[in-house]
């Protein structure tokens, strides 16, 4: 159902509610919102937590919104919440019924929560400010008593929708100067104070605190690379397969949400290089065999990109990709869901080709500064497509897994 009717709700809530699932909908709001806070005359951004806002949304307003913003999936949505769902309990006979909110593991809960929560957004929606919603986590940009304002109207109409915003647990973003006359304010919240906040996966704040941030989680990342190695020794293959398609594409997120960091991404480096690279080839690698390495596999390589290098070009590509939604999120004007999904489309298409033709150089330079005998093999593998077999998840069941000879091997 989601597969046929969720486009339809991806244009109804545009903008306004981005947990339709509106492609780089989070990525567009991290942008949009740290644009909105650089500017001069927004002194603050609100990050409002509800208390367990999927269990607590009115299901049956839910239920009507989808009827007037989702026809086409509405009676499935009836359907299947006509009844009450129970819930029973593991080593207990009590049980409970399910009367509010929507089911966990339910797959169009996401997409039933957007629908319940569209008109209240709209309700909130002001000239006076800018703000942002994906799923339950709402926020608001702009000066500090508009953003007050926004939060009363927010208490006000929220529970009519089963959405109960607890202050206590919700954080102020404030520039320098401004927090004692935030303290003031919002003195009678208990909401905490700060001159920086994650946000969605990004930082919002001064430079010196995105920085701090990206250090932490390289530190993280670094103590999972160690980790890697340990599995890399006993099981080379199937380390690899979890780097390059699961690992990596952590940091390539923060990446593309924070710019400016790439010498914090340097411990992560040499990380890779110095432990988890020796363990998948079972030896010592030179210091000139490193950029072949971080090529992907159809160019001889092992397909680990290089975080320090990919920084730059990570954070650009997203920012241009996101245009259109970003500037709809700060103007409040109404998205063409259609452009942006073609726009940014056309963006990650331009962007690997651009960064395909810089591999195929930088390899076509790597093999041509090799000794004839290493330069003609790679040559051949490249020639042929000999290494497309590394970008096979190594499954038991299609004979797909190598031992630690055959995998160091094969490479």
């Known amino acids: 159902m989601a597969l046929i009717t969720a486009e339809d709700l991806k244009e109804e809530c545009g903008s306004e509610?981005?947990?339709?699932?509106?492609?780089?909908?989070?990525?567009?709001?991290?942008?949009?919102?740290?644009?909105?806070?650089?500017?001069?005359e927004n002194?603050?951004?609100?990050?409002?937590?509800?208390?367990?806002?999927?269990?607590?949304?009115s299901r049956p307003l839910a239920l009507w919104n989808a009827r007037i913003y989702w026809p086409r999936c509405a009676r499935f949505l009836f359907n299947t919440y006509r009844g009450f769902p129970v819930m029973i309990f593991r080593q207990s006979k009590a049980i409970i019924l399910s009367q509010e909110g929507t089911t966990q593991g339910d797959p169009l809960g996401?997409?039933?929560?957007?629908?319940?929560?569209?008109?209240?957004?709209?309700?909130?929606?002001?000239?006076?400010?800018?703000?942002?919603w994906y799923a339950d986590d709402s926020a608001c940009c702009g000066k500090l008593r508009h953003a007050r304002e926004w939060f009363d109207l927010l208490r006000q109409h929220g529970p009519k929708w089963g959405y109960f915003p607890e202050p206590e647990k919700s954080f102020l973003v404030v520039k320098p100067g401004l927090k004692e006359e935030a303290k003031a304010i919002f003195q009678d919240l208990n909401a905490g104070i700060v001159r920086a906040k994650r946000f969605l996966g990004?930082?919002?704040?001064?430079?010196?605190?995105?920085?701090?941030?990206?250090?932490?989680?390289?530190?993280?990342?670094?103590g999972y690379v160690k980790k890697f190695t340990l599995a890399a020794k006993k099981s080379p293959q199937a380390a690899h397969a979890a780097f390059t398609k699961s690992l990596?594409?952590?940091?390539?997120?923060?990446?593309?949400?924070?710019?400016?960091?790439?010498?914090?991404?340097?411990?992560?480096?040499?990380?890779?290089?110095?432990?988890?690279?020796?363990?998948l080839m079972g030896q010592e690698i030179h210091e000139d065999e490193y950029s072949l390495l971080e090529l992907p596999a159809r160019l001889g390589g092992l397909a680990i990109q290089n975080p320090v290098d990919t920084q730059a070009p990570n954070f650009q590509t997203s920012?241009?990709?996101?245009?259109?939604?970003?500037?709809?999120?700060?103007?409040?004007?109404?998205?063409?869901?259609?452009?942006?999904?073609?726009h940014a489309t056309q963006v990650?298409?331009?962007?690997?080709?651009?960064?395909?033709?810089?591999?195929?150089?930088?390899?076509?330079?790597?093999?041509?500064?090799?000794?004839?005998?290493?330069?003609?093999?790679?040559?051949?593998i490249v020639d042929a497509s000999a290494s497309q077999w590394l970008t096979v998840l190594p499954k038991s069941a299609d004979s797909f897994d190598l031992s630690v000879t055959q995998f160091q091997d094969a490479l």
């Not at 996401?110 to 942002?132: C, E, F, H, W």
């Not at 949400?257 to 992560?268: H, N, R, T, W």
Request: proline letters at 3%.
């Open 248 to 279: 990596q594409c952590e940091w390539a997120f923060v990446q593309r949400a924070i710019q400016g960091c790439e010498e914090e991404y340097l411990p992560l480096r040499d990380a890779i290089r110095s432990q988890f690279m020796p363990a």
């Open 43 to 57: 002194e603050c951004l609100l990050l409002v937590d509800a208390s367990n806002a999927f269990n607590a949304m």
């Open 17 to 40: 509610q981005l947990s339709a699932g509106i492609k780089s909908g989070i990525e567009g709001a991290i942008h949009a919102i740290e644009s909105l806070f650089e500017e001069d």
């Open 202 to 222: 990004g930082m919002i704040g001064p430079a010196s605190d995105k920085k701090s941030y990206v250090k932490e989680k390289v530190e993280k990342w670094v």
């Open 348 to 380: 990650i298409v331009e962007e690997r080709k651009r960064r395909s033709e810089l591999e195929c150089q930088r390899s076509k330079e790597i093999i041509d500064s090799l000794q004839p005998n290493r330069k003609r093999v790679l040559q051949r």
């Open 110 to 132: 996401m997409l039933m929560y957007a629908v319940g929560t569209l008109p209240l957004i709209r309700r909130l929606k002001s000239d006076q400010y800018t703000q942002n």
């Open 319 to 342: 920012k241009r990709a996101v245009e259109l939604l970003a500037q709809s999120i700060i103007s409040g004007a109404p998205l063409d869901y259609a452009e942006h999904w073609e």
